[in-house]
Nanobody
């Protein structure tokens, strides 16, 4: 079993920045994929950004150029730097990791962008 612990959410004004962190309880060396999804009230959970074990990043069109995913192997942590935040970025952000055939999710962290 792998635990994912998110941090860094909060309230920010439109145009501001936040950095989310997701610490894994297991080494992220050799991981298939790790990244972030988000779910706004009344909507489905959508991909925000993911990174493969080989380092390839994938972003939702709505965040390209504003968000950046990165990782720190030593800390077993993946980050999501969010810049130029908009009110439509308001959601619960979930960390996701795929080890082998198993999927893991964090508990979620709230991001609220005020206009």
């Amino acid at each position: 079993q792998v635990q994912l612990v998110e941090s860094g959410g909060g309230l920010v004004q439109a145009g501001g920045s936040l950095r989310l962190s997701c610490a894994a309880s297991k080494s992220i060396f050799g991981i298939n994929t790790m990244g972030w999804y988000r779910q706004a009230p009344g909507k489905q959970r959508d991909l925000v950004a993911t990174m493969t074990g080989g380092g390839s990043a994938n972003y939702a069109d709505s965040v390209k150029g504003r968000f950046a995913i990165s990782r720190d192997y030593a800390a077993n942590t993946v980050y999501l730097q969010m810049n130029s935040l908009k009110s439509e970025d308001t959601a619960v952000y979930y960390c996701y990791a795929k080890y082998g055939w198993s999927d893991y999710w964090g508990q979620g962290t709230q991001v609220t962008v005020s206009s």
